[in-house]
């Protein structure tokens, strides 16, 4: 058994249609401000990020028909996409969860938004769940 891996929860992905209404409904609900906006083009999505304590609120639109958000959209509608796990060393935790069983999506890690790098695990081998591992 490996040590406690996760640092804490890094974001919980919310994918939209509109992410300016979002963003107006976070603000107008919860005030609720954009901390970091960002578009990730590899993944064809915008995102912004709204700041939670030491976590965020990620709300993410598709920039394109074909990115990963826009078919979830398209199949379940909008809602939670995703939940983001802070790591300190992002290959040492995909290999962790490949090795219990995990079908990653991400061979390797990646750089991903404001600087990170990330990898994903496909929801199949997580009990239905969407993961990104983060690494600030």
């Known amino acids: 058994m490996v040590g406690m891996l996760l640092t804490e929860i ?7 249609r509109d992410l300016e209404a979002a963003i107006d409904y976070y603000n107008r609900a919860f005030g609720a401000t954009v901390e970091h906006r960002e578009i990730v083009e590899q993944d064809g999505v915008e995102e ?8 965020y609120v990620q709300l993410l639109t598709p920039t394109r028909d074909d990115s990963p958000v826009a078919k979830a959209i398209e199949k379940r509608g ?3 996409h ?8 992002c290959a040492a935790a995909l290999a962790s969860m490949i090795a219990a069983g995990a079908t990653p999506i991400d ?6 938004s404001r600087g990170t790098t990330v990898a994903f695990i496909h929801p ?5 769940t ?3 591992l983060v690494q600030e």
């Open 48 to 55: 912004a990020l709204l700041k939670v304590a030491e976590s």
């Open 10 to 16: 890094d974001h919980v992905a919310i994918a939209v």
């Open 107 to 112: 061979k390797a890690p990646r750089p991903g």
């Open 130 to 132: 969407l993961i990104e």
């Open 124 to 128: 199949k081998g997580s009990f239905g």
């Open 78 to 80: 909008e809602g939670l």
């Open 82 to 89: 995703h939940i983001g796990y802070r790591v300190d060393d």
